[in-house]
């Protein structure tokens, strides 16, 4: 049976860039006729996706089965980790919620289960692929955890893969910092890496030939690429990269767009088409002072409600936020935990997040949502009813609530049945429906209505995000083919297998 050529992309720490160079390389690879498939053997992140089994994987194993042309399945992120409490996170086993785990648990008791699972996946997918691109996590250097890691070398030698290795020049130290990961390395840990990459880098490359020479005449390890900053159209992957975003209103953009940052927040990738939009400027909120009067004002998922409604009133959110709906026309929205929060009250008779019976919500959506232990995770579609116009919406679900409205209007008529709700007055809507401001039209219209309440004239010309996101994978393959030698890291590939029998 066919058996598919593997690469490993690994990195010196979190935010690397593996990421974004595995979507990169998994966008090549399918534009040169090969199929195929992204692997994560674990995946700790709170931005999800759903398969179209409704299943959950993380996200950045989605978006590059996307690149590559492919349907997302399981066996691309057979184990996802999501935290839930400090220590604690639930384990998510080919897309179903597995248990609730402490760290100790988790690494004592899972491994081997663990092991076999993507054991299993890998055997799968190298069957059903000809190209495997495989994503670690982390650093391959983090000696406490090495003898039972299930995501980076480990992985490496299960799939008997090649490994590149990557840098980030933005941090600075990134000679230091690739030298010290493979001097950390076991020696036959140490052999499978290729050759590196240096990601975002600024400025002139020829200024940086010195250290590249000197760092291939001291490691003896190629340097494969040197990859310039690019500013990024794909999804992030976790909440790492929330740093880089705006805290502050762009003031020369029309719409001000704030985001509710709370601990917890999850699948923010759902905020990604407002940063596409010419007159939006979009900022994340921590804390009341920072609030102002934004035009819109968004509550996104979270992993723990209850928690995260707690962060409200201890930063005076909460209350912040109940005053801006009393003396402003801003239009509040909340995304699955969102609109939970968005609600009177909140009930966790199971103690599913945290030991509280319940806690009281922001009260100003007639809803009571009681948590529930199983988990929601489905793809939807449906017709959604805004200043009666309807439009066409499609998303996903993840969640583990029930919500009842108890007065007031729903939002998304979904084959005999509805989600969320809205105002009389139509400023505040939720939905558990994520991805929703990813339909156009939808997000087209309300954008221009805040327009016609400043008395500003309408865009007619506004970006297609789905589009855009096609042309992203293309772009950013462009731009890694432009600086990486991907003809070396194929050939490279093929050597290790021993051969190009493997390539058929």
């Known amino acids: 049976m066919r058996k598919a050529l593997p690469i490993m992309f690994q990195g010196t720490h979190s935010d690397a860039g593996k990421s974004v160079i595995a979507t990169a390389f998994c966008r090549i690879f399918a534009r040169n006729g090969w199929k195929t498939a992204p692997f994560k053997s674990q995946n700790m992140s709170l931005n999800s996706y759903v398969t179209t089994d409704g299943k959950e994987i993380g996200r950045a194993q989605g978006v590059q089965a996307e690149a590559a042309g492919v349907l997302a399945t399981t066996h691309m992120n057979p184990i996802l980790i999501k935290p839930s409490r400090d220590q604690e996170a639930q384990i998510v086993v080919h897309g179903k919620p597995y248990k609730n785990m402490q760290a100790s648990a988790y690494r004592t008791e899972f491994f081997h289960t663990g092991l076999n699972i993507i054991q299993q996946s890998l055997d799968v997918l190298m069957k059903q692929y000809d190209r495997l691109v495989i994503e670690g996590a982390g650093s391959p250097a983090e000696v406490n955890l090495n003898d039972r890691e299930l995501v980076n070398m480990r992985v490496a030698r299960m799939a008997n893969a090649p490994v590149v290795l990557i840098g980030d020049i933005e941090r600075g130290g990134v000679f230091a910092s690739l030298v010290g990961t493979l001097q950390l390395l076991d020696e036959c840990d140490r052999k499978r890496v290729i050759g590196v990459i240096i990601n975002k880098f600024r400025g002139d490359v020829a200024l940086l030939q010195p250290g590249l020479r000197w760092f291939e ?44 940052q709370y601990p917890r927040m999850s699948n923010f990738t759902d905020i990604d088409p407002f940063f596409a939009e010419p007159d939006c400027s979009v900022r994340f909120v921590t804390d009341a002072s920072l609030l102002g009067e934004p035009d819109i004002l968004i509550l996104p998922g979270s992993k723990n409600t209850i928690e995260d409604v707690q962060f409200l009133k201890e930063t005076g959110l909460f209350v912040a936020i109940r005053r801006l709906y009393e003396r402003s026309d801003t239009i509040m929205i909340g995304i699955c935990g969102g609109y939970q929060m968005l609600g009177e009250r909140i009930k966790d008779p199971f103690h599913v997040e945290t030991p509280l019976d319940e806690v009281e919500g922001l009260n100003l959506l007639p809803i009571e949502t009681t948590l529930a232990c199983e988990k929601t995770t489905v793809l939807c579609e449906g017709i959604l009813t805004f200043q009666r116009e309807t439009f066409h919406v499609s998303g996903y ?37 994520h991805d929703l401001f990813h339909n156009d039209a939808f997000r087209h219209h309300l954008l221009n209505d805040v327009r016609r309440k400043k008395q500003l004239p309408s865009l007619p010309k ?41 390539a058929l």
């Not at 500013?231 to 762009?250: F, G, M, N, P, W």
């Not at 589009?467 to 990486?484: C, I």
Request: with cysteine.
């Open 217 to 260: 005449q001291y490691t003896g390890v190629p340097v494969l690429g040197v990859v310039p900053y690019m500013h990024l159209r794909i999804d992030a992957e976790d909440s790492v990269t929330l740093s880089r975003y705006a805290t502050k209103k762009d003031d020369t953009k029309a719409i001000d767009v704030a985001v509710i």
């Open 397 to 433: 679900e993840i969640h583990m609530g029930r919500s009842i409205i108890k007065s007031g209007a729903p939002l998304i008529s979904l084959n005999g049945k509805t989600d969320g709700c809205k105002t009389k007055d139509e400023r505040i809507i939720g939905t558990y429906m």
């Open 462 to 502: 506004r970006p297609l995000y789905r589009q855009l996101r096609m042309q992203a994978f293309d772009e950013l393959a462009n731009w890694v083919e432009a600086s990486v030698n991907v003809t070396t890291i194929e050939r490279k590939m093929m050597e290790f297998q021993g051969g190009d029998n493997h």
